[in-house]
């Protein structure tokens, strides 16, 4: 029969993900499969899916991270070749992650980020991601910046109001930022990094990195035999995932369909109020359900 799980955002303007797992919670094998478990190793992911089923899944992660937290800035990092080998992605990661970890260190407690890679036409790497908690002063919004045109990087006004992090250009490489206006726009720009394109990635790399402590989508509903009370997102053979903007899951045609506890519940008092806002179940619309499937 299956069950549903529903797990809360803490920052997005559609804050309930529902999961619908397509088989009884004690069935064999392990009790939690990988889409119940939250985030889970991106190693296992490639040895264990196909590669449109990973990268799907590396997106939902990815969306999951960044609408459950409250980033700042969106940010592109790139290298100077003299720094580290800017083809070598494991090289890139590792060292723009321990950059980031002696940051947090001495300068920022509170900084945090998510990244994804981007590979050049020649196949040199550059990453964009979200971050905040940057040490005050830290981010100068400079009179010009550096805009790649056709093959070659210019110097325009920066119209756009752009910030620049000098610590990093100093150190690393380029940096530009912008503040991120709205969390949800973010979280699927982000993933449309996330494409076919990865298939160059070397096995066990991972698809993206983040700061340890994040939060994650909050549990608040983990039901047996109920069926997915939310517009079908993303099904695959394993689980059915939806979205809605408020958390009364039993948005039901017929109040005979309830479980017999909630019957029971205060809140099934509402229900009269909750099938009146039906209509406003929403799902996201098919660009952006595009990137994330």
């Known amino acids: 029969m ?9 920052n997005s303007v559609i804050p309930f993900k529902h999961v619908y797992i397509k088989r009884d919670r004690f069935s064999g094998g392990n009790e939690l499969n990988e889409d119940e478990k939250g985030i889970c190793n991106e190693q296992k992911i490639i040895n264990a899916l196909k590669l449109d089923e990973a990268l799907s899944r590396a997106r939902r992660y990815i969306v999951d991270i960044i609408l459950s937290n409250e980033f700042e800035y ?48 020649d196949g040199a790497v550059h990453f964009h991601g979200c971050c905040s908690g940057f040490a005050a002063g830290d981010l100068i919004i400079p009179d010009k910046v550096l805009k790649r045109v056709g093959d070659e990087v210019q110097l325009v006004p920066n119209t756009k109001g752009y910030l620049r992090w000098l610590r ?23 993933v449309k990094y996330i494409t076919k394109n990865m298939k160059q990635i070397p096995k066990g790399t991972h698809l993206y990195s983040c700061s340890r402590g994040l939060n994650r989508p909050e549990l608040v509903v983990d039901e047996d035999y109920l069926s997915l009370m939310a517009p079908v997102c993303y099904e695959s053979d394993f ?35 909750v099938i009146e806002m039906k209509d406003e179940i929403v799902c996201f619309d098919y660009e952006q359900l595009s990137m994330v499937q």
Not at 2 to 10: A, D, E, S, V
Not at 240 to 260: A, Q, S, V
């Open 168 to 190: 990093y250009d100093k150190n690393m490489g380029i940096f530009n930022c912008s503040p991120i206006k709205n969390n949800n726009a973010a979280a699927f720009y982000i």
């Open 74 to 121: 969106f940010c592109t990092f790139t290298f100077k070749p003299d720094k580290v080998d800017r083809f070598d992605l494991n090289a890139c990661f590792k060292m723009l992650s321990q950059y980031f970890h002696n940051y947090k260190t001495k300068f920022a407690s509170d900084f945090k980020f998510l990244i994804v890679p981007e590979f050049h036409k």
């Open 239 to 273: 689980v059915k995932i939806g979205y809605t903007r408020y958390d009364d899951y039993f948005l039901l045609d017929e109040y005979e369909l309830m479980p017999e506890w909630m019957k029971q519940c205060e809140r099934a008092e509402q229900l009269g109020n």
């Open 2 to 10: 299956g069950y549903t799980r529903i797990y809360q955002y803490q």
